[in-house]
Nanobody, 125 residues
Framework: QVHVVESGGGLVQDGGSLRLSCVVS????????MGWYRQAPGNKREVVAT???????DYTDSVKGRFTISIDNAKNTVYLQMDSLRPTDTGVYYC???????????????????WGQGTQVTVSS
């Protein structure tokens, strides 16, 4: 069983900062990549930023230069530093982990996606 738990959301004013954290625990064999996604009311879930276990990052255009994703492989934790926040950044932020699991002592053949429950980020104007 794998657990994905986000923290760090909240209410902040336009131009403010927040730092999100996501910890993955359980029967993990290896992590391929982790990422942050968000969903605003009435919108589809969209990717915000992703990072591989090797540190390669990718960002959606609207957050480039403002958000920074990082990973601590030893702690199975991914962070999202969000600066210069805008009201359009408001939404529920979800953490995703793409990983291989342990079934007994055997590593799964394929990678699987696991999601957290989401954390609310609200940016007021």
């Amino acid at each position: 069983q794998v657990h994905v738990v986000e923290s760090g959301g909240g209410l902040v004013q336009d131009g403010g900062s927040l730092r999100l954290s996501c910890v993955v625990s359980g029967s993990i064999a290896s992590i391929n990549a982790m990422g942050w996604y968000r969903q605003a009311p009435g919108n589809k879930r969209e990717v915000v930023a992703t990072i591989t276990s090797g540190g390669s990052t990718d960002y959606t255009d609207s957050v480039k230069g403002r958000f920074t994703i990082s990973i601590d492989n030893a702690k199975n934790t991914v962070y999202l530093q969000m600066d210069s926040l805008r009201p359009t950044d408001t939404g529920v932020y979800y953490c995703n982990a793409n990983l291989k699991i342990l079934v007994g002592a055997v590593t799964s053949r394929f990678y699987y996606d696991y999601w957290g429950q989401g954390t609310q980020v609200t940016v007021s104007s």
